[in-house]
């Protein structure tokens, strides 16, 4: 399993946000991309294993106010980081998930 996992509900719908283009970024050099299934997620994310350190994760959401969503994060440990996106027409939402 990847290290780092992601998640992206479209709250405004209801329903899992399917379709979306995400990427896993150390300093600006791309670690990983994938698309989200229909369930939302990106199962497969980037290594098993990432160093301490600042990571980025980009999401093409592309809806009427937003183009793309950048989370900044820290891990800190080995770990495993869940990443969810809870996303609106006009915002959005994201936590530390398990």
Known sequence: MSQ???HV???????????????LLAGGELLADGITDADGRVTKLGP???E???YCLEFDVATP???R?????TIHDASH???PVLLS??????YRGS
């Open 65 to 67: 106010f937003l183009p």
């Open 69 to 73: 969503v950048i989370i900044e994060f």
């Open 9 to 23: 509900l479209d709250t405004a719908a209801g329903r899992p946000a399917a379709g979306i283009p995400v990427r």
């Open 81 to 83: 980081y869940h990443v």
């Open 89 to 94: 027409p006009y915002g959005y939402t994201t």
């Open 4 to 6: 780092v996992t992601t």
């Open 52 to 54: 301490p350190g600042d």
């Open 48 to 50: 098993e294993s990432l």
